[in-house]
């Protein structure tokens, strides 16, 4: 079964610093899908990436960037300089097909890290 | 751009009463898929339908039952409601079954 693990449950830093908030995956599919999720204080879950287990380049988005490694089984995701804006909850998920391999949709999410930027 | 919209925003429900929850996907967006995010939880998910099919399900209880109608909007139908319901309900909308799942803004779910 898949699996997303988390583990660090909560990140405490002073804006402008950088950090990096670690993910680690099980699967047994050769095919399946990470993304990146931000749930701010209001509650709803933003999307903020999403890779392939065939594409392996690391990806950079403004104060975002990503690293994915199958060795490891890991996507970490780092944001650069930090701000207030960027407390929130942020899940990493994991996708792979059903049972019939019909269907990637189904979205196993981390125990997620509680970001904290302060001021 | 358009989002996922899902009423109503907030619910409350007594023990043993129904609720529906509704989910109106993007625009040319034909799968539907519901989570549930308890207290302090990640979100889990229930069930998913790709053109009107059920597509995948997960750990829905049997009280609970879904459906996608022929606009492709959902709805989450949720009956003898126990205190442990009580969460935020998620409907997401992606493009065929391998795109990303956009989320909507979530039904906050009260059962008294």
């Known amino acids: 079964a898949q699996k997303v693990t988390q583990a660090q449950t909560e990140i405490s830093v002073v804006e402008k610093e950088d950090v990096t908030l670690d993910c680690v995956y099980e699967t047994r599919d050769t095919t399946y899908y990470l993304f990146w999720y931000k749930q701010p204080p209001s509650g709803e879950l933003v999307f903020l990436i999403r890779?392939?287990?065939?594409?392996?380049q690391n990806e950079i988005s403004g104060r975002y960037s990503w690293n994915f490694q199958k060795s490891t089984s890991s996507f970490n995701f780092t944001i650069t300089a930090s701000q207030v804006v960027d407390s929130a909850v942020y899940f990493c998920?994991?996708?792979?097909?059903?049972?019939?391999?019909?269907?990637?949709?189904?979205?196993?999410f981390g125990q997620g890290t509680i970001l904290t930027v302060h001021p | 751009a358009a989002g996922v919209i899902q009423s109503p925003r907030h619910l409350i429900k007594e023990k043993r009463e129904t609720a529906t929850l509704k989910c109106y996907p993007i625009p040319r967006h034909d799968t539907v898929y519901w989570y549930q995010q308890g207290p302090g939880q990640d979100p889990q998910f229930l069930i998913s339908?790709?053109?009107?099919?059920?597509?995948d399900k997960g750990s829905i209880p049997d009280r609970f039952s879904a459906q996608q109608f022929s606009d492709y909007h959902s709805e989450l139908n949720m009956s003898s409601l126990e205190l442990g319901d009580s969460a935020l309900y998620f409907c997401?909308?992606?493009?065929?079954?391998?795109?990303?799942?956009?989320f909507g803004p979530g039904t906050r779910l009260t059962v008294l």
């Open positions: 998920a994991l996708s792979e097909a059903n049972a019939g391999g019909t269907s990637y949709g189904k979205l196993t």
């Open positions: 997401a909308s992606g493009r065929g079954s391998t795109d990303t799942q956009y």
């Open positions: 890779r392939n287990s065939f594409d392996e």
């Open positions: 339908f790709y053109e009107k099919m059920q597509s």
